[in-house]
């Protein structure tokens, strides 16, 4: 299989190859500054798919906390007489909770919740376990919790008194001795009588930067690890959910998390061959949550938000979206969502901000309207969003869309009405083959400089079988060098989508695949993180024989200057020969320079980090010296290397 896909890539080469003389090699002009690299030129894309969100990114552990879902059990396993009520709810938007009535000592009351794909829990790690709850008769009632293994073994224990017949909070702190990777957590009464219950929560108290609420660890760290310059957020297809009803709506995520409504996630019935009945929001994962995780890695927020439109392809019913002239709430949404980032703590939307724990504004740069939208159906309600916007915030970069597909009918309706309209900048999607990828690598080339600049918001390359692989990873390098060259015209970009659970996933390939407790860095990612790191301040003139590097001989390059300290210098080998390279660096001195190479390298074109096999492709780094202004090297076959000159 592995010379299969092989060949298929080789073929694509000699099929375009237009060689150059080895001798010739590349020429960098490292005095010749080019365009700008934006900072934010590198980022990532996140939505709530694959139980990215709950289950996933945002740390909870217990799936369907306050009985919102359709199915107020789901998640659940009820014993003894527990019932669903919402008589005098503790939450008016999350109205329902649990009645539990041990009158029974042989059969016993409670119930036990089975987490996302099991509940993740490391030995030493402390766990706040909360719920709200009130006894119904006034009479203290006694609840033992217990985490339980998958062979059913209980290995935590702890108890607590439910006294009162208000609503209250009650916490107690979980430390487990051993680690499970799928247990769950059971409640069981232990005195007779009746008590509500609701909101019932198992965070784990190590959170990314410890933030209350926050989110898990390992994944925002390698979140943080990629160097993101922009943060996508939330989607994807779950800003416009299925229908109107179903849609993403920001104002539903913010303030207590216990008052947030649940919603359905698209993805629990999208694909119906991946059907996941138990897949719900709870928006724990909110637009405060957002935008702190965003200035705790280091990215500029961009959000994007629902113009009205029902999801297209879901919905031919004109009737399923917002009309044109009833539009207002939805621009008042985006209106309130830049007051919330951004307004004092003084305005209706920034004291809310401030109260969630951030007085200071967040600094919104930019926001996009739409995801993948197209007709007229799109542009007539894009337009009076960019003149609201325009009107009340002039320095907001807007963000229109070029629709599902990186070419055809509606791309090329939408790229100049994009123009007329006058958005800052466009975001296109692709996911493509390797083929695909490799010939689009000069895609930017001919684009037009005067116009909306570029945000390639949904990328991934897919190979035939949908897996991360190395071959993906490599037509993913070898196309971003095109990004990079065009960095006039190109100014962010976010592959797409970023995690899945190893257990619940809908869509593939991803960037990050976890299970609950630890996660692999796919090929495909670490891409993404050599370009995050070496993303340089300026593109520098690479050419072979007066041509940018697109393809000849199987190599694509681009290079940058980092400010004036040191070039960089990244280039894909796509043969499965090694290359000897002569690389003219016009400008530099002929004194003896360093350089830190970085390759990401495999003969195994289908090879891909796994759980039990994590670093099958991880970048190896190495140091050389040379003499400059010719460095000399030798590509590995089936590599993409960064080499970081000092000047
Ligand atoms: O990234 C997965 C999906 O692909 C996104 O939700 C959607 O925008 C695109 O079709």
Known sequence: MGVCILSLLLGEMTGTAQTFNAASDLTVETNRKGASIQSTMYGIFFEDINFGADGGLYAELIKNRSFEFDHAFTGWTLFGDVTVQTKNPCFDRNPRYARLVHRNMLTGTGLENEGFKGIGIKAGEKYDFSLYARTVKNSPVKLRLELVNSKNDIFETKELTIEGNGWRKFNVVLTPGQTEV??????????????????????????????????RADLAQALKDLKPGVFRFPGGCIVEGTNLATRYQWKNTIGPVENRPVNINRWNYTFAYKKFSDYYQSYGLGFFEYFQLSEDIGAEPLPVLNCGLSCQYENSDPKQNCPVDELQPYIDDALDLIEFANGPATSKWGKIRSEMGHPAPFNLKMI???????????????????????????????IGGAGPQAEGEDFDFLWPEMKRIKVDLVDE???????????????????????PKVFAGEYACHAPNRENSFLSALAEAAFMTGLERN?????????????????????????IWFDNLTHVKTPNYYVQQLYGH?????????????????????????AAADNNDEIIIKV????????????????????????????L???????????????????QVSSLEFQGPLMEVTLAPLSFTVYRINR
Not at 602 to 619: F, G, K, M, W, Y
């Open 182 to 215: 799928k247990s769950r957590l059971r409640l069981t009464m232990l005195t007779e009588g009746a008590i509500d219950v609701d909101h019932i929560s198992l965070f784990p108290q190590q959170t990314f930067n410890n933030r209350s609420n926050g989110m």
């Open 368 to 398: 996009a309207v739409g995801n993948e939208q197209w007709g007229t159906l799109y542009t007539e309600r894009l337009e009076p969003f960019v003149k609201a916007i325009r009107a009340k915030y002039p320095e907001m970069k807007i």
């Open 429 to 451: 999607h692709y996911y493509r083959s390797p083929e695909w990828f490799l010939s689009n690598a000069s895609r930017y080339d001919s684009y037009d400089r005067k116009g």
């Open 487 to 511: 960095a006039d015209v190109v100014h962010l970009c976010t592959y797409a989508p970023l995690f899945a659970h190893v257990d619940a996933w809908q869509w593939r390939p991803d960037l």
């Open 534 to 558: 070496n993303a340089g301040t300026d593109v520098l003139p690479l050419t072979a024989n007066g041509k940018p590097v697109a393809g000849q001989n199987g190599l694509y390059a681009t």
């Open 572 to 599: 894909v080998n796509t043969g499965i020969d090694q290359k000897k390279i002569k690389l003219s660096l016009n400008g530099l001195t002929n004194a003896k320079h360093n350089a830190t190479v970085t390759c």
């Open 601 to 619: 390298l495999s003969s195994n074109l289908e090879a891909r980090n796994t759980i039990q096999d994590s670093d099958e492709v991880i970048p």
